[in-house]
Antibody, heavy 120, light 110 residues
């Protein structure tokens, strides 16, 4: 069964880079899935950050595109999120999720989420 | 501000039906039949309950149904049960290979 688990620092300083990794288990990352990141700021709705295919083809939310990079490491069955120049507005629970190919980023499987706080 | 508009709250008594609406534009909901709904209990991972407007994944009770008219999608929960109390998020594929979400609706079972 496909499972995802986020990992990374829970506290990031303003202006620095937020880095998270999602480990995929029970399934090869080199399959017909898109691997994505979604976040939820406190008391707000979900926000799609971006999604990547194992080939490296990535799609990003236009509102975050200038600060975001999503990458994939097939040797470790992991994919990662880098969000640069963070501010308090980037404080959120960050989820990684899996979308079967051809579903236009429908998220069938989710990680439990990890809270990242941006504060000095 | 979310791309799709949902009411912040909804409520109903056990056994009743409740409908949650999600309004977008012709560039998202109105332009594609790729609307999804997610059930989200606090502290847990969101769960897909409706995809492609009205389809249910295996294991999701048929008490959950979805539909779409123009730029507005809707989720109906029939025969409300206590365990249905959760946040519900709508989502749609949008032009330029983007996924957009609504602000979420907190469903309370009275």
């Amino acid at each position: 069964q496909l499972q995802l688990q986020e990992s990374g620092p829970g506290l990031v300083k303003p202006s620095e880079t937020l880095s998270l990794t999602c480990t995929v288990s029970g399934y090869s990352i080199k399959t017909d899935y898109y691997w994505g990141w979604i976040r939820q700021p406190p008391r707000e709705g979900l926000e799609w950050i971006g999604s990547i295919f194992h080939s490296g083809t990535a799609y990003y939310n236009p509102s975050l595109k200038s600060r975001v990079t999503i990458s994939v490491d097939t040797s470790k069955n992991q994919f990662s999120l880098n969000l640069r120049s963070v501010t308090a507005a980037d404080t959120a629970v960050y989820y990684c999720a899996a979308s079967p190919g051809g579903t236009y980023f429908r998220f069938d499987n989710w990680g439990q989420g990890t809270l990242v706080t941006v504060s000095s | 501000q979310s791309a799709l508009t949902q009411p912040p709250s909804a409520s109903g008594s056990p056994g009743q039906s409740v409908t949650i609406y999600c309004t977008g534009t012709s560039s998202d909901i109105g332009g594609y039949n790729y609307v999804s709904w997610y059930q989200h209990h606090p502290g847990k991972a969101p769960k897909l309950i409706i995809y492609e407007v009205s389809k249910r994944p295996s294991g999701v009770p048929d008490r959950f149904s979805g539909s779409k008219s123009g730029n507005t999608a809707s989720l109906t929960v029939s025969g409300l049960q206590a365990e249905d109390e959760a946040d519900y998020h709508c989502s749609s594929f949008a032009s330029s290979n983007v996924r957009v979400f609504g602000g979420g609706t907190k469903l309370t079972v009275l």
